[in-house]
């Protein structure tokens, strides 16, 4: 899966993924291959993403939104810093 994670001011991360885990507003969820197609708001949070050599990484949000579509996850995020 490709993701891009874009806060207003820039590109934060992008990059060949296994996962990524969202803190969405109704409960956390985690985004696989193969994931349904999805629109989804984002609550303040960890982000957690496993890239393609097993690496972690972990940003906090304080809200934004994530879409899903073709295996490409898009997160648009406002108030991020690095965990």
């Known amino acids: 899966m ?23 507003t109704t409960g956390q969820f985690e985004v696989l291959n193969g994931h349904a197609a999805i629109v989804s708001s984002l609550e303040m949070g960890d982000v957690r993403i496993i890239d393609s050599t097993g690496n972690t990484h972990t ?21 991020l810093s690095v965990s």
């Open 2 to 24: 490709q993701l891009v994670i874009l806060t207003p001011g820039k590109e934060v991360y992008s990059g060949d993924i296994k996962s990524v885990k969202v803190p969405g």
């Open 59 to 79: 940003f906090r949000i304080q809200k934004g939104f994530i879409e899903v579509i073709n295996n490409e996850v898009a997160i648009l995020a406002q108030g």
